[in-house]
């Protein structure tokens, strides 16, 4: 949290550089503001200094009407769209397309969108459909269990993400244009070479 002095200079001089670093409550009104908001400035021994619009809420304070909190920069709404696809990413990343069964429309729906929607917004913020990316993350764990492991390739196949060792030999021979044991074999004599 920035220093009491500094969040006062900012209030006061309404300076943009700060707007989403902090939130100001005033007292009085149990209203609580942005750095920028255009309303006449209460007076300094009437307000306190939040570092989330959250942590002013949680004190009892209602967002002002004027400056709207809630649109400052880094909130959910402020970054728009790209907050859902960026959740969607982690989601994926963390495996939600791996399961047997597991569907876009299901990630989506985790997500609170339409998968019709999550495709359109992995089209602008990513330029790639979620099945994509999941295909792309699934083919990087598996190179990554190659290089770190010795495991057998149906186990890699597995960890990695892939429904069937069949589908795995054939994407990544797809993405590396070689099969995934020539890859294991040059990484092992790279490594006896050394």
Request: with cysteine.
């Amino acid at each position: 949290m920035l220093s009491e002095a500094e969040c006062e200079r900012a209030r006061v001089g309404r300076d943009p550089t700060y707007d989403g670093r902090f939130f100001t409550g005033v007292r009085t009104t149990r209203i609580y503001c942005r750095p920028v908001c255009p309303v006449r400035p209460a007076r300094a021994a009437n307000v306190c200094f939040y570092p989330s619009a959250a942590a002013a809420e949680a004190a009892g304070f209602r967002p002002c009407l004027r400056c709207r909190p809630e649109t400052a920069p880094f909130s959910p709404v402020w970054n728009g769209s790209r907050t859902t696809a960026a959740r969607a990413l982690r989601l994926i990343e963390a495996g939600a397309l791996d399961a047997e069964g597991a569907t876009v429309e299901a990630l989506a729906a985790r997500v609170g969108v339409g998968a019709r929607h999550l495709t359109r917004l992995f089209a602008r913020h990513v330029g790639a459909s979620p099945a994509q990316v999941a295909c792309t993350v699934r083919v990087q764990r598996a190179k990554r269990l190659l290089d770190a492991t010795n495991l057998p390739m149906a186990e890699v196949a597995a960890r990695a993400g892939f429904g069937s060792l069949r589908r795995f030999n054939t994407v990544f021979a797809e993405v590396y244009r070689k099969p995934p044991t020539a890859i294991r074999r040059r990484g092992a004599a790279a490594a006896l070479a050394e």
